[in-house]
Nanobody, 122 residues
Framework: QVQLVESGGGLVQAGGSLRLSCSAS????????MGWFRQAPGKEREFVARMWWGGGSTNYADSVKGRFTISRDDARNTVYLQMNSLKSEDTAVYYC???????????????WGQGTQVTVSS
């Protein structure tokens, strides 16, 4: 059974940093695309970042480019989202997802975590 468990969310002041973690288990993820999405109250879920677990290129939403970094640790089977220079508009529930196609579309992802809340105070 595939499990994705996010952690690392919390309350931070604008300009601060947080690192989200996504612990993955239940299958081999080396051929998966790992993505981070977020959903703010009253808004649709939106793409944040993605990468092949096996390495290679990364992709980011324009709104986070230059501030967020997606990475992985094979030994820990964990994907990270380092978030720097946080803004109030980054406030949302952040979700980790796994799929088999490089896509910004949430419907292309097969597995999802439960989400972790990130709140940025201005």
């Amino acid at each position: 059974q595939v499990q994705l468990v996010e952690s690392g969310g919390g309350l931070v002041q604008a300009g601060g940093s947080l690192r989200l973690s996504c612990s993955a288990s239940g299958r081999t993820f080396s051929r998966c695309v790992m993505g981070w999405f977020r959903q703010a109250p009253g808004k649709e879920r939106e793409f944040v970042a993605r990468m092949w677990w096996g390495g290679g290129s990364t992709n980011y939403a324009d709104s986070v480019k230059g501030r967020f970094t997606i990475s992985r640790d094979d030994a820990r089977n964990t994907v990270y989202l380092q978030m720097n220079s946080l803004k109030s508009e980054d406030t949302a529930v952040y979700y980790c997802a796994a799929g088999y196609r490089h896509s910004d579309d949430a419907t292309e992802y097969n597995y999802w975590g439960q989400g972790t809340q990130v709140t940025v105070s201005s």
